[in-house]
Structure formats: C-alpha cells, structure tokens
C-alpha cells in the first residue's frame, strides 16, 4: 500500500511544508530573490560560483524534502553576482524517487512566495531528433506523457488554481534573451518540444520513435511539474534542456544516469558562462524582456 507522499494526491499538510520553508527562508535570507533557477542533473556545479551571500542544505530546511539522486546535491543558495537578486536550487527531487507531485513542486511554490517572479529551470535530457549530445535545447513547449499533473487533486495547496491556460507557457521574451545570449557567447542551442516522462527507466527504441513521431525533440523526467505550478503561479518561465544522450539508443550507446552526468561535467564551463551571460542581461532588460 502506497503512502500518502508516495501516492498522486495532494497529502495532508503539503501546504504547511511550503509556508514552513517559507518563513525559515525569509527569517534567514539577506535580501529576497527576483530570479529563481532550478539546476538538474549536470547543471549543479553552477551553484558552486563564488560568492554566494546564502547556502544551505533542503535537509536543514524545515518543509524542503531531500533529494535522493546522485548529482543533486541539494542545497539552497542566493548570490547576486551578476546582478539581480538569484535563488539557486541545486538539484530537485523527481515522481520516480516515490514523491508526490506536491512535494515534487513544493519548491516553486516556495520561491513564489519569496518573491520570484522569474523562474528558470534546467535539466538533463535524451535527444530525439537532430539536436547532439552536449547542445542546449531552449524550451518552446512541451509534451507532458507523464500519466500525471500536479494540479490533480482535492485539496491543492494554498491559492494554486486547477485550470491553468498553458497555451504559451514559456516566456517569449525569455526564450528571446537566452538566444542572444547564446548568439553572443558562441553557446549551441536550438528551440525545440521537451517531453516528461515519469521514469526512472529510459525509454525503448519503440518509445523514443513514438515521442518523435507526437513532436517532441527531447525527453525527460522532469521539469514539466514545476513548469505547470509556475504558470499556475502566474511567474514567467524559461527552460533549458542539455542534451546528454540520445533517448532509444543500442545499449552499447548509453551508459544510463553515469553517463549523463559525464557528459553534463564536460560542458560545466559553457554552462557556466551561459547562465551567468543570462542573469547579466536579465539585470540589464527586466522591464524590456519581460514586457
């Protein structure tokens, strides 16, 4: 029998957790974030930059579940190195490590109320199409085959509304400004359909095809949750997706979770200094790309 957290319902005190994180977050953080940016598989070192003016462990964070997979550290942190006011969360919990998608979500609830109207996601992803392995796929719009949404449920948490227009989920004007920034710092990226599968297993060379043949370009285990609660939230959303391996291959192609992260740590310094050419031209265009 499965638990409350581990089943797809709304469990019992999910709201509270977000409001606990809340409240510690805020008695502790120096200044509040405009810019959240949560970091997959291969993104996390990015969150090691100095300085950082906050850190912290989820598992010290009252309400903030731990993650379980390696490559995700999880760890709060805040810097505004470059520029505007940025909450990093390095790593994410994920539906096949047994969390409820409230948990799974829980996260942007909580930089919702701290203040970001910004969110920035990033995840590992299988490539179904044209895009190589070690580019970075902008996120245009996507196909959410998880068999599950966040927004199911009898009792969601706090104001998060059920019937959410998704129609145009990710920021134009973000999608904008992460192109010329990549334009600008010789960065290869390309716009494409991201799809979500639940996971943990890779797909079949029957399942990559089918996923294809729907319009996606890459496909993942994440991200599409948060990006649902995010537009529930109302906060503008930009995703990017780094291509680690391409989805369906023999398995003398593939090394599974290792071999992602192999890939993501060789592309470290590119994604370093595209995230940081990123939070730099938000600083300098809020209004402009966000109008």
Not at 124 to 139: R, Y
Request: hydrophobic share 45%; charged share 20%; proline share 6%.
């Amino acid at each position: 029998m499965r638990t409350k957290e581990e089943s797809g319902a709304v469990p019992a005190g999910g709201d509270d957790l977000a409001q606990q994180a809340t409240s510690y977050l805020r008695s502790r953080l120096p200044f509040a974030p405009r810019v959240g940016v949560i970091l997959g598989s291969g993104w996390g070192a990015y969150a090691e930059r100095p300085p950082l003016a906050f850190a912290e462990a989820y598992e010290d964070i009252p309400g903030m579940p731990p993650c379980t997979i390696q490559g995700h550290a999880g760890r709060l942190a805040l810097t505004d190195r470059c520029g505007p006011p940025v909450a990093l969360l390095q790593g994410r919990i994920h539906r096949y490590e047994g969390y409820s998608l409230e948990a799974v979500t829980r996260a942007v609830r909580v930089l919702a109320a701290l203040g970001v109207d910004t969110l920035v996601l990033t995840c590992a992803a299988g490539g179904l199409g044209d895009i190589p392995v070690g580019h970075v796929m902008v996120v245009e719009d996507h196909l959410n085959v998880m068999g599950d949404n966040p927004l199911i449920g009898r009792g969601l948490p706090g104001a998060v509304p059920r019937f959410v227009e998704m129609a145009e989920a990710y920021d134009p004007g973000l999608i904008g400004a992460a192109e010329e920034v990549a334009h600008i710092n010789d960065t290869r990226v390309h716009r494409g359909v991201l799809a979500c599968v639940a996971g943990p297993s890779y797909e079949t060379r029957a399942e990559a095809a089918m996923l294809r043949k729907l319009g996606a370009h890459a496909v993942t285990m994440s991200t599409v949750p948060e990006v649902i609660v995010a537009r529930a939230l109302q906060l503008r959303v930009l995703a990017l997706a780094l291509i680690t391996n391409q989805a369906g291959a023999s398995p003398e192609g593939s090394r599974g979770h290792q071999g992602v992260l192999a890939v993501s740590e060789g592309q470290e310094g590119m994604i370093g200094r595209f995230l940081d050419a990123l939070m730099k031209r938000l600083a300098i265009g809020f209004e402009e790309i966000l109008e």
